[in-house]
């Protein structure tokens, strides 16, 4: 795949190590929205069951296409990185009922017949894609009825819409750099519902306790049919 993106991802994926063999509570598939561990919402929000079907959009190496699989959920992962899906296979090679595709969301969105229970991202290709292109993309793809959920860092206060994100690619060469979207819950909750989405609901989640104090934005809506 010739797109630059999918050359940046492969090289944030080479700094990112494999999902632990276990989570706290000893469980070998979790769901984890935050950039935190054992922290955060888990899979219900997404109300799915079993035989439904999930699309992860920016799945990197597949943590929680997984989860949902072993759930009986029809789990659909994509993502621009060659190296993510490979990390991902080789973490989870005997989970049945999860399928791994390297796509462009937008491309899939359009070109895929698959109407889900729900379409979710965290720290994906939400945060990367123009939401006026994703949002009805999305909506085209989900019964309704149908979730859709994403997470991301939240926007830096005075620097909202696109921006920039430079990743580096070593001393001999420029940074890759991506596009993200960056706004605050209630411009996400506006924009949800002016594309038909019901039920929305947009915030920051607060981080755990301890020094760190970024918390992650978490939004979430409902095909309106």
Not at 63 to 70: D, F, M, P, S, V
Not at 181 to 188: A, E, L, Q, S, T
């Given at each position: 795949?010739?797109?630059?993106?999918?050359?940046?991802?492969?090289?944030?994926?080479?700094?990112?190590?494999?999902?632990?063999?276990?989570?706290?509570?000893?469980?070998?598939?979790?769901?984890?929205?935050?950039?935190?561990?054992?922290?955060?919402?888990?899979?219900?929000?997404?109300n799915l069951h079993l035989g439904d079907s999930a699309l992860d959009?920016?799945?990197?190496?597949?943590?929680?296409?997984?989860?949902?699989?072993?759930l009986g959920v029809r789990s659909m992962g994509i993502d621009l990185s060659a190296k993510q899906l490979a990390k991902a296979r080789e973490r989870w090679p005997d989970v049945d009922d999860m399928e791994l595709h390297q796509a462009d969301a937008l491309t899939y969105l359009k070109d895929t017949s698959t109407i889900f229970d729900a379409v979710y991202s965290v720290f994906g290709a939400a945060w990367f894609t123009d939401p006026g292109q994703l949002l009805p993309s999305v909506r085209t793809r989900l019964k309704p009825g149908g979730v859709f959920a994403f997470s991301q860092r939240p926007a830096v206060e005075g620097c909202y819409g696109c921006q920039a994100s430079y990743i580096p690619r070593g001393p001999d060469?420029?940074?890759?750099?991506?596009?993200?979207?960056?706004?605050?819950?209630?411009?996400?909750?506006?924009?949800?519902?002016?594309?038909?989405?019901?039920?929305?609901?947009?915030?920051?989640?607060?981080?755990?306790?301890?020094?760190?104090?970024?918390?992650?934005?978490?939004v979430r809506g409902v095909q309106g049919g």
């Open positions: 795949m010739s797109d630059a993106r999918s050359t940046a991802w492969d090289i944030y994926s080479q700094s990112k190590p494999q999902r632990r063999k276990t989570n706290a509570r000893g469980e070998v598939t979790w769901f984890n929205w935050t950039q935190y561990p054992d922290h955060g919402p888990g899979a219900d929000v997404l959009l920016g799945c990197g190496a597949g943590g929680n296409a997984a989860h949902l699989a072993t060469e420029d940074p890759a750099i991506v596009k993200r979207w960056d706004y605050d819950p209630g411009v996400w909750e506006r924009t949800l519902k002016e594309h038909g989405f019901v039920d929305v609901s947009a915030s920051i989640l607060t981080p755990p306790s301890g020094s760190r104090r970024t918390g992650t934005l978490f």
